[in-house]
């Protein structure tokens, strides 16, 4: 198998950079008291504004009795509310709740950013274009894989795995 400059094979690589970020985001969870996975989607919900579970069970992968326990989950946290949409009385929007006493954690990514920034300079646009590339799809891959287990997974049933 191909190797990269560090002597290392892309997929060692690969299971090193997947560990690397599940780890710092079980960290950043930790001071929220979340999961990394419940963190993660509080972070997609945050991002959009407001979204259906729906919304949120295309954007995360997960099947949506996953996304229903991973709201009431976030629900019971303070993290988020279910809202009746305004447009469709008939549909629930989950929507992020900014809670007093709540930790900051807004330096802990702008230190990682700053940190990723630092070492951005070390490459050209083409490199640059072609790490960008990787990543997107890299995501499309994460995001398709994710979908299939959770499928499986549901069509399967607890305990049948």
Known sequence: MAQDGTGQRGEDLGWELSTAVVLFHEAVAQRLGLSAADHRALGVVSRAGSLTAGELAQRTGLSPGAVTGLVDRLESAGHVRR?????????VVIVPVSAPGRPDLSGIFRDLGAAMAGFGGDYDEQQIRAIQDYLVKTIRVLREQTRRLSAEAAAEGPGDG
């Open 83 to 91: 809202t009746r949409d305004p447009a469709d009385r008939r549909r």
